[in-house]
């Protein structure tokens, strides 16, 4: 039988069975050896599925490792897996106690070929995609985001189908807009968001799911809400000003708030947030109704996030110049986070309250600004 009519009658297949009925298209165009790239309209792609025992000893690539969560999650994954089964990697160059604490690559995920390349070499099982563009400097410069955030993405995904791995982006209330049902945001609903972040985390959401019910590819996706951490700087999104008041406070004893005092936002400590990516990741298969899931820790408004920082330093003077853009964005994202479907079906569970992430805050930086001092 001509190879295109294979392929189409496999096709046919696969569209009628469920989403476990991916099987036999992989098994199929393997034998064929087609990669993604090699993809022409009509056909279809060579993609295998990742076997149980490369999973029991993952080797993981973290991209965009050099922001806000990247260094955080190698830290935790090398303790679980070993140092030199997690490698971080990013375009930007590393501080020297990140170069030394574990495997450093360059990687911009633009490149196709340098990413296969490193995927292969390197026998790579698990990838965890962080780069990104977020909210605010995705508006600032939208072709950039759009490359980054889409063009990347389509990359990552390929690369990801075709060599088996289990595959982890993360989307971000973001994905939401000012039509999401906002208090709570369950985790089907209405998404139209109005920035070009949220339009490229609700694309990434889709084709991950589309890869997987299509060819099987282990894709697994957390909607992070905004993230708080004390040893790493958020990289120029909404929710910043969270981080922003606990160095000013401690700093300066004074913090100008860019979002107005009473915008609910769903926040979460970092700890919690990795803690939730490793075990989303390791979640059996079945486990799993769904792909992509909403988790939620807690949310607080500015004022609300003051009062508590204040019960610690009670002399913090907190102003508002608001930022008209980023207060339109903020308007327009939950203000709850509904993650019932997270917590029944792989156990999640937030451990950081407001009161305890404000103590935790001011416990590192704390004992930071005293070693600063010390020294
Ligand atoms: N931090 C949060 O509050 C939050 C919330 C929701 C979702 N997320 C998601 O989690 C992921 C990580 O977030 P973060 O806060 O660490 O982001 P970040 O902005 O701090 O870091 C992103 C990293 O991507 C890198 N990058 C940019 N272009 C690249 C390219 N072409 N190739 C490779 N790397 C490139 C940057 O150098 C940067 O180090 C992102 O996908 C983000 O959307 C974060
Ligand atoms: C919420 C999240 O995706 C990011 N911290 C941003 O504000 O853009």
Redesign the pocket.
Known sequence: MPVVRVLSKVAKQVLLAPACGCQPLAVAVRNISFSPRQVTSGTDASFHSVSFSETDHPKVLI????????VGLAKLLRKRFGKNNVIL????KPPSDVFHSGPFIY?????YKNLREIVVNNRITWLV??????SA?GEANVP?AR???IT?LHNILDIAAEHGLRLF??????AFGPTSPRNPTPDLCVQRPRTI?GVS?VHAELMGEYYHHRYGLDFRCL???????AD??????T?DYAVQIFHDAVKSGKFECNLKPNTQLPMMYIDD?LRATLEVMEAPTETLSMRTYNINAMSFTPEELAAEVQKQLPDLQVTYNIDHMRQAIADSWPMNFDDTNARNDWGWKHDYDLPELVQTMFNFIGSDSRIAQAS
């Open positions: 991209t965009g490792g050099l922001g806000q969560l990247g990697s990013d375009i930007r990687s911009d995920i633009l490149d995609h962080y780069s990104a563009l977020l400097v950039l490359a980054v955030n990347g982006v993360p989307s971000t209330i973001g972040y985390k909607r992070y809400p905004g993230i708080i951490s790493s700087q958020p990289g120029g999104g929710t947030c």
